[in-house]
């Protein structure tokens, strides 16, 4: 922690520690639950746009501190459908809790239905609601409970990402766009599949630029990832698929990637504009709960390097959710 003096007497700073190369920041000397002060706030602004992913440890948040401290940041996103682990009275925090009931609900075991949402390693990379014409701009997860091994979350940096490409193939990315959909990532069950009928009862899709400009940084990063990219406009299916598996594993390659290892009351604040992130799937093991509480804040429609921004297909529109 850095301490500065001002005509009031000394003010402490929080101390921001990178972690790794291009991603990923611990911040200490913050209190989340407290009265944040505005020197805070900006330094915490922009070590979020440096970094991507902040990590603070120890912290004392319930569920009102967690939407006070994500209004310091933005609009928090108000959910109209929560699962039932959700806190009543707090519509802007999703209990993630895994989504264990979810599996139940369409038939399946939570091991069967979360091998058939990520049943391969670039499947399961995604940004939050990224087939929503207006993704979040960013989220403020706090875990709770964790078990005693296993649970990690791995980020990774689209713009560093972008960067790394050779100057041919950003040429090449920048002016194509691609069709996001809900549910492009899940393997359905032979015959009956209720979870099938409940993605098309629910379709969410968008046609959005392979390549986005950051609103506040004007980073180029790349708009890519696993679980809601169906194809790459203008390209043929074969050509396509092969563009979309090179952008993804250039996307994920380990020097682009942090991974955080959780303990009760560590808090992560990403900007999803510029990342995606792989949850966890090995922590089952263990027998242990993992209880996550997210808030999102509300983001803006995403504009390509020509200028144009997302266009809605179907299920979203701007600010409404």
């Known amino acids: 922690m850095v301490t500065t003096r001002t005509a009031a007497g000394p003010r402490r700073t929080p101390r921001i520690a ?27 602004r ?10 603070f440890r120890g912290q004392r948040l319930d569920h009102a501190a967690h939407v ?19 806190p009543a009275g707090f519509p802007e925090v999703e209990t993630t809790a895994d989504r264990l009931e979810l599996g139940g609900r369409f038939g399946m075991d939570h091991g069967e239905w979360l091998d058939r949402r990520r049943h ?3 499947r399961g990379w995604h940004c939050d609601h990224g087939a929503r014409v207006d993704p979040p701009a960013a989220t403020i997860l706090r875990a709770e409970a964790v078990p005693p091994y296993g649970g990690d979350t791995t980020w990774s940096n689209l713009a560093a990402a972008y960067a790394g490409l ?33 993605l098309l009862g629910h379709q969410v899709a968008t046609v959005h630029p392979l390549v986005r400009v950051h609103p506040e940084s004007g980073e180029r990063s790349l708009f890519v990832n696993g679980y809601y990219l169906e194809r790459i406009q203008d390209l043929s299916r074969a050509e396509g698929v092969r563009v979309l598996e090179m952008l993804l594993e250039q996307a994920v390659r380990p020097e682009y990637t942090v991974r955080f290892r959780w303990e009760p009351g560590s808090v992560a604040f990403w900007d999803n504009r510029s990342t995606i992130h792989l949850a966890p799937s090995d922590h089952t093991v263990s027998g242990a709960p993992r209880i996550m509480h997210r808030v999102m804040l509300a983001g803006e429609v995403p504009v390509g390097v020509d200028g144009r921004a997302s266009e809605p297909l179907t299920g979203s529109e701007p600010g409404v959710w």
Do not use: C, N
């Open 46 to 55: 922009a070590a979020l746009l440096r970094w991507k992913v902040l990590f």
């Open 166 to 198: 050779s100057a041919p193939v950003r040429a090449f990315v920048d002016g194509l766009r691609a069709e996001h959909r809900l549910g492009v990532g899940y393997r359905p069950r032979p015959g009956e599949d209720a979870y099938v009928r409940h």
């Open 68 to 86: 006070a401290l994500a209004r310091r940041f933005g609009e928090p996103v108000v959910l109209p459908r929560r699962g039932s682990a959700s």
């Open 18 to 44: 990178p972690v790794a190369g291009h991603i990923g920041a611990e911040v200490d000397g913050v209190d989340l639950a407290g009265d944040l002060p505005e020197p805070t706030v900006t330094a915490i």
């Open 120 to 122: 391969s390693l670039l």
